[in-house]
């Protein structure tokens, strides 16, 4: 932005003050929403799959079809 200095913002004042954060990942917060996502995917393959074996889906798109 026009007027406003952002380099202290984006860079570190020196090296030494920025030692003491350590990201680590968890393995349990790598693995709880991958998780989540592969039973979702399931469940709605799950869900295509039995409604489109139901004897009645194609009968009920085709609601207001006179035959």
């Known amino acids: 932005s026009p007027g ?4 202290a913002v984006a860079l570190p004042a020196s090296a030494a003050s920025a030692g003491g954060a350590a990201l680590r990942t968890d393995p349990l917060s790598l693995a709880l929403p991958a ?8 469940g709605v393959a799950v869900a295509q799959a039995w409604w489109t074996g139901r004897r009645g889906s194609v ?5 207001g079809d006179a035959r």
């Open 59 to 63: 009968r009920e798109l085709r609601a």
């Open 4 to 7: 406003i200095d952002l380099t």
């Open 35 to 42: 998780t989540a996502v592969l039973l979702l995917a399931v």
